[in-house]
């Protein structure tokens, strides 16, 4: 079994940053991947980002150049750094981990104003 807790969350104005992060814990040694998800009220749970074991990343392309995903492997932790946030980023935000099955956080709430 796998945990994540996310954190960092909040309201920011329009080119505004936020860090978000994901502690894991429990059986982190099958996790092969990790990433973000996020979903709008009204709208389909979308793939923000993810990182591959071997350190591969992957993003949106609506957040390509904005975002970025990284891990501190001594801390048990995933980030997802966001800069210039515009309010169509306005969603709860969730971590989610991969081993034969997959584990989700219980979502942060991230709010741009314009």
């Known amino acids: 079994q796998v945990q994540l807790v996310e954190a960092g969350g909040g309201l920011v104005q329009t080119g505004g940053s936020l860090r978000l992060s994901c502690a894991v814990s429990g059986t982190t040694g099958s996790i092969n991947l990790m990433g973000w998800y996020r979903q709008a009220p009204g709208k389909q749970r979308e793939l923000v980002a993810f990182?591959?074991?071997?350190?591969?990343?992957n993003y949106a392309d609506s957040v390509k150049g904005r975002f970025t995903i990284s891990r501190d492997n001594a801390k048990n932790t995933v980030y997802l750094q966001m800069n210039s946030l515009k309010p169509e980023d306005t969603a709860v935000y969730y971590c989610?981990?991969?081993?034969?099955?997959?584990?989700w956080g219980q979502g942060t709430q991230v709010t741009v104003s314009s």
């Open positions: 990182m591959r074991s071997g350190g591969s990343t």
């Open positions: 989610h981990a991969r081993t034969s099955v997959l584990f």
